[in-house]
């Protein structure tokens, strides 16, 4: 029998706001720990194989110390610890890897020797190192009837193994449209509805990859439970909706990328099963597409184990009439054809990806009630509406919701050049031009991003956001010089204080150099690089901040140019803490406190080198609630 380990909750929720063992309403301010963490540590060179180990990621126990003091100097509380369901168990179902958990468990325990709080983030791109991600298991895809070495010969994902040189810089994103990860997201969300006769172990796609995915995330919890330093899990990165809303079969969901083959999803479904197709290609010129068309899968190659075959053409959705692929059920995949609506159109998020939500938290938090969940939408598309009914237990206790979105500049990340003066609107496409109209730009999409959260009554937290240090072909590694991203990522801090939420900026990898980047995709956005030993653009990311606050903030404003932070709450008793680095005041600087109330004053503890202000506004207890005899209190930090 396991002993019991009670661990008390460092955080709660409290309607909009995350509190601290104190009530003080904390912005939580960290890092994604770390983008190579979606690749196994050894063998290195990343190999699709189950003989693999993550133990060593994010970085081998004997650098913890320098990687999370460095991190707990830029003013970090708060780490999203990335983890893969692959990490944790590789080898075949419930076939854990239990040295990578010690491992993890060690590593959490020095965190907590740094004041480092941590949730834990079950993290995905394109559902598998396989289909050119990571995330999944192999043995997933092989479950469902895949042949891994089919894969990439019959075009249902590519890999940076498979296209080699020739793979394209921020093209991962378009194995969305390929057959493998729309089948695999389809199955594991709404296998039950629409491939109810593709079984595995005599259990549904959809319950065999979800029961064995939870029952992961459930163990990974277990062997945590004693580390202070978790206050919750993500409930999956970034999911995707796979087939699932696709009016026709002749096109397909929107993804973003700089170039790359766009099949519609009857091509990619065809393809998969040994016909060849012709389809388009485009490469951005400037800002316009240029088009042209692609082979996929010329050899003829189907993707299927022997006994398999295409989940979709057993359905009746296709069919081969004469030896041509046709379509049959062209909406099949948009509207219910079954249950108590027949006709009506699915609710991606509504009809599947909250189900599973609310299946993981309930399972994930069994003997962890203390926990809270940071819950994602498809990013920049759907997110499912947490009303106060959604979120209990079966048993009907409460269950802590966070949402957790992402954002990033899609301009700045496809076409890697920083320009100040224009941007578009990740959501709308709207165009900005000028300095000042970007700015609000952007303030406005993380404020809109921001809103959807706190109208459900829940807290908003940026989980994602970030910039390339590869701008403009390296030429920082050149130079040395990272401004442009420093502006860049000034820029979407002042849009987060501006709309005073919590974030993680994406991301810290300890195993980052000039020659590899981040190790995953050709991605590079670490903060960190092992190649100079130094975090980069640190001004841009490590600057005055809110930690906790007595009260409720109302305004919070870092004035690059000049220097000067501003901070506006409505006290309560307590002491408001506020990240001052030195950084930024290399002379030093003061502290001034204003209140608009006559009976508002405060102490004021400035401590440089703890790079901290603790202010403790005086005749501040009856001011818990908003209204009459609320002290509205104002600091300001300026330098010497």
Request: with cysteine; glycine share 10%.
């Amino acid at each position: 029998m396991e002993a019991i380990v009670k661990v008390e909750a460092k955080y709660t929720v409290d309607g909009i706001h995350i509190r601290d063992r104190a009530g003080r309403v904390v912005i939580l301010r960290g890092c994604n720990l770390g983008g190579d963490s979606k690749i196994p540590f050894a063998p290195e060179g990343n190999p699709l194989s189950y003989d693999v180990s993550f133990t060593g990621r994010p970085f081998p126990e004997s650098e913890a110390d320098a990687h999370f003091a460095r991190l707990a100097s830029w003013g970090f509380t708060f780490i999203r610890l990335v983890i893969t369901w692959e990490a944790v168990e590789h080898a075949g179902p419930e076939l854990y890897d239990e040295d990578y958990l010690a491992y993890l468990r060690t590593i959490l325990k020095k965190a907590e020797e740094y004041n480092l709080s941590v949730f834990i983030d079950p993290h995905q791109d394109a559902w598998s190192r396989w289909t050119g991600g990571d995330g999944a298991p192999g043995w997933t895809l092989e479950a469902v009837g895949f042949d891994l070495a089919k894969i990439a010969p019959s075009g249902a994902a590519f890999t940076t193994q498979s296209e080699g040189g020739h793979y394209r810089r921020m093209s991962w994103t378009l194995n969305y449209l390929r057959y493998a990860n729309a089948t695999m997201w389809t199955l594991f969300f709404a296998g039950n509805a629409l491939a109810p006769g593709r079984l595995i172990e005599g259990m549904s796609a959809q319950e065999w990859l979800q029961s064995h995915f939870i029952a992961a995330m459930r163990h990974t919890a277990r062997r945590l439970k004693d580390c202070q330093a978790i206050v919750g899990f993500g409930t999956l990165n970034e999911p995707h909706f796979g087939f699932i809303g696709l009016k026709s079969l002749s096109s397909h969901h929107r993804i973003q990328a700089p170039s790359g083959s766009v099949p519609t999803a009857f091509e990619a479904i065809a393809a998969a099963s040994g016909f060849t197709q012709s389809i388009r290609r485009f490469a951005l010129v400037g800002f316009l597409p240029k088009r042209g068309l692609e082979t996929l899968n010329p050899e003829r190659v189907s993707l299927f184990k022997p006994g398999f075959g295409c989940p979709w053409l057993e359905g009746g959705v296709w069919a081969i009439e004469s030896g041509v692929p046709v379509v049959k059920k062209d909406d099949y995949f948009y509207r219910s054809r079954e249950g108590a609506e027949p006709g009506r159109a699915y609710d991606f998020c509504e009809d599947f990806l909250k189900p599973f939500q609310k299946r993981f938290m309930e399972e994930v938090s069994r003997k962890h009630e203390h926990y809270i969940f940071f819950v994602e939408g498809v990013p920049m598309a759907q997110r499912p509406v947490w009303k106060a009914e959604d979120r209990v237990r079966s048993d009907g206790t409460p269950l802590s919701v966070v949402e957790a979105f992402h954002w990033y500049d899609g301009l700045t990340l496809l076409f890697k050049k920083w320009r100040s003066w224009l941007h578009a609107d990740g959501e709308t496409s709207a165009l900005s031009f000028g300095r000042g109209a970007v700015a609000r730009s952007v303030k406005a999409q993380i404020a809109r991003f921001a809103g959807k959260a706190r109208a459900d009554g829940i807290p908003a937290f940026l989980g994602e956001f970030g910039v390339q240090f590869d701008l403009a072909n390296g030429r920082s590694f050149r130079t040395g010089d990272y401004s442009a991203q420093e502006s860049a990522l000034g820029c979407y801090y002042d849009a987060i204080d501006a709309a005073l939420v919590s974030s993680t900026i994406w991301n810290y990898s300890a195993s980052n150099t000039h020659a590899s980047g981040d190790g995953w995709n050709t991605e590079d956005l670490s903060i960190y690089c092992a190649t100079t030993g130094e975090g980069r653009a640190v001004r841009g990311f490590s600057r005055p901040y809110a930690m906790a606050v007595a009260g409720v903030p109302v305004m919070m404003e870092f004035n690059r140019k000049r220097r000067e932070f501003t901070l506006e709450w409505d006290a309560s008793s307590g002491v408001t803490e506020i990240y001052v680095p030195a950084h930024w005041y290399p002379e030093g600087w003061r502290a001034d406190f204003e209140s608009d109330s006559p009976t508002g004053q405060a102490v004021l503890e400035e401590k440089g080198e703890e790079q901290r202000l603790f202010v403790t506004v005086e005749g501040s207890e009856q001011s818990e609630n908003a209204g009459e005899g609320v002290i509205r209190a104002r600091v300001t930090v300026r330098p010497l």
